[in-house]
């Protein structure tokens, strides 16, 4: 089964988060580690862009990335609760 576009840069945002979420938690006990700071910030910037890259194409996954105008566009997308599925 291939992926569609956005279970892709679904993918590419996951894996960016989880691979800063573990930066992050070497770093807690390492804070001097240079290397390991460097490899922060390439994940924080793979993050960063892989976001704007799902939202630019898709819907925001950030509240604080809703450009409000007239009315209130949160999610135009149905709730994973209500796609029914697998999950």
């Known amino acids: 089964m291939s992926m569609s576009e956005k279970e892709t840069l679904m993918n590419q945002l996951n894996e960016a988060s989880f691979a800063l979420d573990e930066a992050v938690l070497f770093l807690d006990t390492h804070p001097c580690d240079e290397e390991a700071l460097c490899y922060?910030?390439?994940?924080?910037?793979?993050?960063?862009?892989?976001?704007?890259?799902?939202q630019e194409k898709?819907?925001?996954?950030q509240n604080d990335q809703v450009e409000a105008c007239e009315h209130w566009h949160w999610?135009?997308?149905p709730w994973p609760w209500e796609k029914g599925g697998n999950c």
């Open 58 to 61: 898709f819907e925001p996954l």
């Open 40 to 54: 922060y910030k390439k994940c924080a910037k793979m993050r960063k862009e892989a976001l704007k890259a799902y």
């Open 75 to 77: 999610v135009h997308e």
